[in-house]
């Protein structure tokens, strides 16, 4: 797999190419995505996607993830481009005329129904596939993935369902259990002082963070999967005022201080309490423990 930065010098192939901002990586942008590879591989072109670069933002999906899951579904090539105000200026017909067709040739698009792009957003699938019929490419515009409710799958409404600690429906339109990369950090170590130590996590990343509450968790060390029990939000129990993300990992004692670990969120268990009294405190956190043992898998 091929990845280009728009800003680089590069020479292009014929492409078919997948476009979106594919924040999420849910279900219908992967119907859009392995769409674009199949058809590609049946008409024996490139299949490319375009990915939109939006620095510091916080996301469902960083542009590594997104990079990482394209390379398992087995895209050719990647194209970024950085979120600039010079793009966000870009009328929609250069849009399409100078980057798709010129600069990436492009012979067939892949989007969703409400793919817009260019300057206000005034580009629209209509005017994408009046622009590719003229050059004698193609857009394929594809019907939106649904949920259990029958609701358009959508980028928003999965932030909106992890940003109120609903991870399990988050996690049935991703496909896959939500999860951040951090590293692990020196904290309070409060957990230690009652005989369940945590690893801390450093929130200051490009990652939304789910809604406060203990939550039945995964972590990922070094390539080993490890089952745990992870609160969010202020320590209400020891005063703290600020949020942190604390995971205590089953079955693991190994220093991990200032290692990478991906840490995926399968399930909300309760809110962030307030324990006037250890023992209460210790009591509950156990009954978390035992409940996150027990969880099974659901994806």
């Known amino acids: 797999m091929r990845i280009i930065n728009l800003k680089d010098e590069f020479t292009s192939e014929k492409c078919y ?4 901002y594919f924040d999420g990586m849910h279900l219908g942008h992967l119907k859009i995505i392995k769409t674009c590879i199949s058809d590609a591989k049946r008409d024996k072109v490139l299949s490319s996607v375009l990915l939109l670069d939006f620095k510091n933002a916080k ?3 960083t542009i590594d993830d997104k990079i990482k899951i394209l390379e398992e579904l087995g895209i050719d090539t990647v194209y970024v481009i950085d979120f600039t105000d010079e793009l966000k200026r870009t009328e929609p017909k250069a849009f399409v005329k100078d980057i798709l067709l010129d600069k990436l040739k492009a012979k067939k698009t892949y989007s969703g129904e409400d793919y817009t792009f260019g300057l206000d957003k005034l580009g629209d699938t209509g005017l994408l596939k009046d622009m590719m019929k003229e050059s004698g490419g193609e857009a394929i515009v594809l019907n939106f993935e649904l949920d259990e409710k029958m609701q358009k ?3 928003s409404n999965i932030k909106k369902l992890i ?28 957990g230690s002082t ?8 450093n929130i200051n990343t490009g990652y939304i963070i789910p809604y406060q509450g203990v939550y039945v968790t995964k972590i ?12 969010v939000g202020k320590n209400l129990s020891f005063n703290e005022d600020f949020v942190s993300v604390e995971t205590n990992i089953f079955d693991f004692k190994d220093d991990i201080y200032d290692d990478t670990v991906r840490l995926y969120f399968t ?6 309490l307030n324990f006037e ?9 156990k009954s978390d423990i035992d409940f996150a043992k027990k969880f099974e898998d659901y994806l």
């Open 59 to 61: 996301s469902i999906t």
């Open 163 to 190: 940003l109120s600690g609903e991870v399990m429906s988050a996690n049935k339109e991703l496909s896959r259990y939500y999860s951040i990369k951090s590293k692990v950090i020196h904290g309070k170590k409060y």
């Open 194 to 201: 009652v005989g369940i130590p945590t690893a801390n996590l």
């Open 220 to 231: 990922k060390i070094k390539d080993q999967i490890y089952k745990s029990v992870t609160s």
């Open 267 to 272: 399930y909300r268990i309760r809110d962030m």
């Open 17 to 20: 190419i997948a476009l979106g």
């Open 277 to 285: 009294d250890k023992d209460d405190l210790i009591k509950q956190i």
């Open 153 to 155: 799958i959508s980028s």
